[in-house]
């Protein structure tokens, strides 16, 4: 162990018998195990203690390897056998070895490689344990007991394996036998077996490989008595959007199964980072980004998610296609495998938005995008018309529908190595193992041509902007240059190009063609990038850089290596290299040393957009204008133009200088300049011309600007504004208010639910402003009525309060407000026919709820409405029928009762409400008005069913005589008005009880809860009778006999003779008995019974009353009397006493002392107080 400076022995190896063939450390570092060449193994700890020792008598051992988790040990034999134990040593059995199949011979195990997971990459169920022989054999299993592992045939004879640092990466190095010489090799796989690269190595005898612990960029090797040190360039998973101006990368959390999606975008220097599983590849186009992700269920196939470049998912596709490459352009996303393209042409929410129109019932599938799957070896014949050029939607509505059945054909015998898009031409090129390009037509991937490349696997391809010129990396990363037949005749011509056969590089792992010059291009070949005019070579520049974009003689690069580490860093420009061309920086140098004029030739040498902007920015630079507006002509901007004559009217140099450095966009400076010269108003001024509200804040508190109330408002609501874009409501709240934006200060409220704030508002707000009808459709939409009523009523929008409380059910609210129009309104016969709607639309939808036999809705539908009438009998109908056709129990029915009897008295107090309401019109006599009140109390109070039917007619001359009484000097057509306008709740109520002219109807309304009492009688009989209390019984079942049209006679009778003979009170039983003897409704079986029941019953007893009492022919007199008393609703007897209690609902009594034992009334269950 280490100590201050110092190793000190812990375990001794004092084993003089064996030699020690391998020790490896468990995955925390507190245990070894040492193995010996003649089975001796030996597990200690950390320090220094023997845990425990055991001889295997398996065979010579050559190896060990731990768990992840440290339970198991693996120990390979001298024989190629591997050997299961526990932490323990116990044996568990012996682990298969697949990849020795059909080998003879003697093999020896080279390594056992157990990635141990450290940077979580081991513990998803991806193969982590690698066993490799040195006859050139490996196997991958996710663990010991895998069924199917990864089989493994290098084709080297292996001296040592390894896993990088996250386990993506498997190097296998050894030597690859050949007849005239040996070759050390190192070949690259990734968890699934799939080869990556292959990389050649110097030397004789190679004997280790080891891998660097900072990101696994560097692969040691000891070869002879030299190491070797590799730089490996990893594949990234990463992608640039052009026009959105974002790179889009992916890396991994440590202990999270999920890859985490940066979207940076370098102008703004933004990111937003999302989570996906399963990650296979991104590419991205213009807008949109593409991720590939394999499906969390573990089914077939990939999901490819697009997204916006600010990282908003729009769409999906799930593709039963797995890619190794995929590729996108502005239309259209492309993926390959060895043997198969697919393509999905998507449409963006742009076109499918602007064309929306186009997509009819046959077309309708198409707005899903259009798919296309092909086979590498057929597709040069699935050929289509060539009128199909033009990839707009209208002309893209071509495709079958994609038969996946193409996927069991057999793998190519050359497959696909890798591809690429040439987007100015719109062509697909596909590279095959071969060395074979195969040129596609895009959208419709109709079949071109091809041309070899010669016979390397190509590894990567990319084209030229013009597609004339096509580089080719190959396995072993040698590029090369190939001219495109048919397409490259000026190319060949030129002499940039002239020995492009002859033109290789080595050692190249990327390449970027400049966009606008087909000649020039750039590439990264070791630590170095070389920038290339034609085929001749710029200085190197040292950097390691991932190029994303060369435009404008500029070359464009993200240093990932370094970015996928800083997880937790927010990226900043120091992760990108921007590096321009020579030509640039000769020019700068010209510019610099040799003036304008010397430049001025260069550029009419070397004619060049950025060299002009840079020339015209040294000439604004030194206020030489007629220079600077002759570079604007060449370029043909118009803006610079107009920019240069109003320069030309600034007569002052300093607002001179400061407008040329805030056309190149140099704010700080122009404000600096403008600030040290004290012109802070103008410095003021030019931030509100950026819209940068918060630095205009700072200055006019710094610098003491005066700033009126209007443009201090300006400046709260820009701030505002701000927070509005970034979706902060709270904040842009706050500025929203200073700034006296109540609209925007509204908005941030709702968004944050803050409702109690904008009804604030809304109060604040005079009538009739133009936000209120805003605010009322919002609250509309929320459900909140009161609210949206209130902002609709305030703006005058009496007709959209009726519409929202129509749409949320409160349509006694909607009868208010139409009742609420003054009659003398012009608006009168509006209000009349918003009545008729609203009664419309009420009976429609009762109507609905009636035919889907939902009664209880309705119902509710009508008392809602204020309808308490109709609700009743409605519910009173209802009741009928359940008594005809069902047989509910007797709570069941008490309930319905009670519904009936609570509607009615709602119904008793809304009338007493009209009445008691004084007409609008001041036109009214006073004696209308009196007269329109008692009779309206009369109607209300009237218990004789027949004084409820008033005549209209009759009603209208007895208050016209009224009226003449007491004003003989008004005209008659006049008062025939004033009556007809102030007699409103008379003349409703006679319609009403017109419309329900029946005895049944009627006798509802006079006696609401006799249905309710009829069920609580018998209910509260049945109970006393099965607690014993026969006497009380046999008086609250009498009551039943006012029942006989509610409740069935034959059983009220049956209950009074049951009761009676419980009470000994035999005459009433007999009289009970004569009236079952009555029933003819009755069967003959049960006339027969009945019969033998009296036989039985009266031979043994007297027609007399047994238990007569002092109080019973005083309490039986009492209920037979025909004077109505109050009765009990909880004992069921009569109430004798003068002082009772009433229930303010039913209006039915109780004994005091008996209902203070309740809480609540038994009869309406109304809280008692």
Same mark, same amino acid.
């Given at each position: ?48 203690? &023997? $845990? ?61 490689? @157990? ?34 592992? !990864? ?67 560097? =692969? ?104 190794? *490459? ?6 259209? $996303? ?32 198409? &707005? ?47 497959? $696909? ?20 390009? *195969? ?23 990319? !084209? ?16 090369? =240059? ?10 060949? %011509? ?12 080595? /050692?190249? @792992?990327? !390449? ?51 970015? !996928? ?23 700068? *140098? ?118 009126? /109330?209007?443009? *201090? ?93 129509? &749409? ?11 009742? %609420? ?19 419309? =639309? ?160 009627? &006798?509802?309304?006079?006696?609401? @809860? ?160």
């Amino acid at each position: 162990m280490l100590h201050k400076g110092a190793w000190y022995e812990e375990m001794i190896n004092n084993r003089n018998k064996s030699s020690v063939k391998d020790m490896k450390w468990d995955c925390d570092g507190q245990r070894i195990c040492i193995v010996y060449e003649d089975g001796a193994a030996i597990v200690g700890s950390v320090d220094g203690n &023997r $845990i425990w020792g055991k001889e295997l008598k398996h065979g010579s051992l050559t190896s060990v390897e731990w768990s992840p988790d440290g339970n198991i040990l693996l120990f390979g034999l001298l024989t190629g056998e591997i050997c299961v134990f526990d932490s323990y040593g116990n044996f568990l059995n012996k682990m298969p070895t697949y990849c020795l199949n059909n080998i003879h011979g003697a093999v020896r195990i080279i390594s056992l490689d @157990w990635y141990k997971g450290g940077n979580n990459y081991g513990i998803r169920m991806l193969p982590s344990l690698a066993v490799c022989y040195d006859v050139g054999r490996c196997q991958l299993m996710t663990n010991h007991e895998d069924p199917d592992p !990864v089989l493994l045939n290098t084709g080297i004879q292996i001296k040592c394996s390894c896993w990088n640092e996250d386990g993506s990466m498997l190097a296998v190095a050894g030597t690859q036998m050949s007849s005239d010489r040996n070759i050390n090799v190192v070949q690259f796989y990734n968890p699934f077996g799939h080869h990556l690269s292959t990389l050649l190595l110097p030397g004789k005898c190679l004997t280790a490989s080891t891998w660097e612990g900072n990101g696994s960029l560097r =692969l040691a090797l000891a070869v002879d008595s030299f190491l070797y040190f590799a730089n490996l360039r990893p594949h990234y998973k990463w992608a640039y959007s052009s026009t959105a101006n974002t790179t889009i990368y992916n890396y991994s959390r440590p202990h999270t199964f999920e890859h985490s999606i940066t979207f940076w975008n370098l102008k703004t220097n933004k990111t937003k980072i999302i989570s996906v599983h399963h990650l296979i590849d991104i590419c991205a186009s213009e807008d949109y980004v593409c991720l590939v992700c394999k499906p969390s269920d573990a089914g077939q196939g990939v999901i490819l998610t697009m997204y916006t470049a600010i990282g908003v998912a729009i769409e999906s596709k799930h593709v039963q296609f797995e890619p190794t *490459q995929s590729m996108m352009t502005s239309n259209q $996303i492309i993926l390959i495998n060895k043997s198969f393209i697919y393509s999905w042409q998507y449409f963006t929410p742009k076109q499918i938005l602007d064309l929306g129109l186009k997509f009819t019932s046959s077309t309708l599938r198409q &707005r899903d995008g259009i798919e296309r799957l092909y086979h590498i070896d057929t597709i040069s014949l699935k050929t289509v018309s060539s009128d199909l050029v033009d990839d707009d939607i209208s002309s893209s509505i071509f495709q079958t529908k994609v038969d996946w059945n193409l996927m069991n054909q057999p793998v190519s015998s050359d497959p $696909i190595s890798t591809l690429t898009i040439s987007h100015s031409t719109r062509r697909l090129l596909i590279a095959r193992e071969s060395g074979l390009i *195969q040129i596609y037509r895009l959208p419709d991937l109709y079949y071109e041509m091809k041309f070899s490349v010669g016979d390397n696997c190509p590894y990567r391809i990319y !084209v030229n902007c013009d597609a004339t010129c096509l580089g080719v990396i190959d396995e072993s990363g040698i590029f090369r =240059l190939h001219l495109i037949p048919d397409n490259s005749t000026s190319l060949s %011509s030129s002499v940039k190009f002239k020995n492009i056969d002859n033109f290789m590089r080595k /050692d190249v @792992w990327d !390449v970027k063609f400049e966009e606008d010059n087909p000649d020039i291009f750039a590439i990264m070949e070791k630590t170095r990038m070389y920038i290339f005019d034609g085929l001749q070579s710029e200085p190197a520049i040292h950097t390691s850089t991932y190029l994303y974009e060369f435009k404008n003689l500029e070359v464009q690069g993200i240093l990932l290596d370094e970015l !996928v580490k800083t997880v937790n860093i927010q990226p900043n420009e120091e992760f990108l290299l921007k590096t321009p061309i020579k030509k640039v920086r000769d020019f700068k *140098q010209i510019l610099e040393k040799d003036g304008l004029e010397k430049a001025s030739e260069f550029i009419n040498n070397n004619p060049h957009t950025k060299l002009r902007h840079l020339f015209i920015e040294a000439c604004l630079e030194k206020q030489n204008l007629e220079m600077a507006e002759l570079q604007f002509v060449h370029l043909q901007e118009y803006s610079g133009i107009q920019f240069i004559k109003r320069l030309r009217n600034i007569q002052s140099k300093l607002i001179r200088k400061a407008e040329i450095l805030v056309y190149f966009k140099k704010y700080d400076e122009a404000e600096t300049l403008l600030l040290n010269n004290d012109r802070s108003d103008l410095a003021v001024e030019l931030r509100k011309r950026l819209g940068d509200w918060f630095r205009v804040a700072q200055l006019t508190k710094d610098t003491g600007v005066l700033m009126k /109330d209007l443009e *201090q408002a300006e400046i709260w609501n820009g701030m505002g504004d701000y927070y509005y874009n970034q979706m902060l409501w709270d904040k842009a709240a706050g500025y929203y208010q200073q700034g006296n934006d109540l609209l925007k200060f509204a908005e941030c409220l709702y968004q944050l639910e803050d409702y109690k704030g904008i009804e604030r508002i809304i109060e604040e707000l005079p009538d009739c402003h133009d936000t209120l009808y805003d605010f009322g459709l919002r609250f509309a939409n929320l459900g909140m009525i009161k609210q949206a009523m209130y902002a609709f009523i305030k703006c005058n929008r009496r007709k959209e309060a009726i519409d929202v409380c129509l &749409r949320l059910n409160e349509w006694r609210v909607a009868y208010e407000l139409a009742k %609420s129009i003054d009659s003398q309104d012009t608006d009168h016969h509006h209000h009349q026919e918003q009545q008729k709607r609203i009664d419309y =639309l009420l009976k429609q939808s009762v109507n609905c709820f009636i035919e889907q036999g939902k009664i209880i809705e309705a119902v509710e539908l009508y008392k809602r409405a204020g309808r308490f009438l109709d609700a009743a009998e409605l519910l009173y109908k209802e009741v009928q029928k359940i008594k005809q056709f069902c047989n509910r129990k007797p709570l069941y029915m008490k309930k319905m009762y009670v519904l009936i009897g609570l509607l009615m008295e709602q119904y008793y107090e809304q009338n007493k409400t009209q009445a008691n309401v004084k007409p609008r019109n001041p036109a009214c006599g006073e004696g209308v008005l009196m007269a329109s009140s008692t009779l309206a109390g009369l109607l209300l109070t009237e218990q004789d069913h027949n004084s409820l039917h008033y005549n209209n007619t009759d009603s209208c001359t007895t208050i016209t005589n009224n009226n003449n009484n007491n004003d003989n000097n008004n005209n008659n057509n006049k008062q025939m008005n004033i009556i007809k306008q102030n007699n409103d709740i008379i003349n409703n109520e006679s319609e009403i009880l017109q419309k329900h002219n029946t005895n049944e109807i009627n &006798r509802l309304i006079d006696q609401p @809860w006799r249905g309710a009492e009829a069920y609580h009688y018998i209910m509260l009989t049945e109970k006393q009778l099965y607690h014993g209390l026969y006497k009380y019984a046999f008086r609250t079942v009498q009551l039943l006999k006012d029942y006989e049209d509610i409740l069935n006679p034959f059983i009220i009778y049956s209950l009074i003779a049951l009761c009676a003979i419980y009470a000994r009170n035999y005459v009433v039983c007999s009289k009970a008995f004569i009236k079952l003897e009555s029933f003819t409704d009755i069967s003959s079986i049960e006339q027969k019974e009945i019969k033998q029941l009296i036989l039985d019953l009266f031979s043994r007893h007297q027609p007399i009353n047994e238990q007569d009492t002092s109080e019973s022919p005083e309490m039986d007199s009492i209920l037979e009397s025909e004077t109505k008393i109050p009765v009990c609703v909880v004992t069921g007897q009569p109430i004798t006493d003068y002082q009772f209690w009433m229930c303010p609902t039913c209006k039915h009594c109780a004994y005091e002392n008996e209902i203070t034992k309740l809480h609540n009334c038994p009869l309406c269950h109304f809280p008692v107080q």
